[in-house]
């Protein structure tokens, strides 16, 4: 079994509801752990639209890398996610962050999953709640703790942005 951190997000219809039904349905591909407390963040690429509200969590599950994207894209369909456009609205929006300590590139005709997550060292709705449960955690590239990931990107950002919910 491998552990992995995942990021989610919503800001459609009632987006705490959605967070939680997502979390429950996670049990069709692993065993959810932990889960860090919901956080509410102004959007990020396109601010014409509600504010999201995210989490983090960690799964245990025994599927690999690409077989676990593919089921967290079909769990998103599920949950009534319908493609938009870059950073638009979503219902539900569930990204692997880390699985265990690997580094991992795949490109397929149906889906690029780079792992860690190349985005999450500039997102405060990401480290801000994955510091309350993996501090320590060591990015697998950059080789440094969780907490001092987030502490650089807030003293680069200034004031923090994100709330606790």
């Given at each position: 079994m491998a552990q992995v951190i995942l990021a989610l997000g919503s800001n459609m219809g009632t987006p705490k509801e959605n967070l939680d039904t997502a979390i429950n349905a996670l049990a069709t591909v692993g065993k959810v752990l932990e889960t860090a407390p919901y956080i509410l963040s102004k959007p990020e690429g396109y601010p014409y639209q509600a504010d999201f509200v995210n989490t983090v969590l960690v799964l245990e599950t025994d599927l690999?890398?690409?077989?676990?994207?593919?089921?967290?894209?079909?769990?998103?369909?599920?949950?009534?996610?319908?493609?938009?456009?870059?950073?638009?609205?979503?219902?539900?929006?569930?990204?692997?962050?880390?699985?265990?300590?690997?580094?991992?590139?795949?490109?397929?005709?149906?889906?690029?999953?780079?792992?860690?997550?190349?985005?999450?060292?500039?997102?405060?709705?990401?480290?801000?709640?994955?510091?309350?449960?993996r501090p320590d955690f060591i990015h697998p590239k950059l080789h440094q703790p969780v907490y001092l990931l987030y502490r650089a990107l807030m003293k680069k950002k200034g004031a923090p942005s994100c709330q606790i919910l």
């Open positions: 690999e890398p690409m077989p676990l994207l593919r089921a967290l894209k079909a769990l998103e369909q599920q949950l009534g996610r319908t493609p938009t456009f870059a950073n638009g609205p979503r219902v539900i929006d569930i990204d692997i962050l880390f699985y265990e300590d690997r580094v991992i590139f795949e490109d397929t005709p149906q889906y690029t999953l780079m792992i860690p997550h190349p985005r999450m060292t500039q997102r405060e709705f990401v480290l801000k709640p994955l510091s309350y449960i």
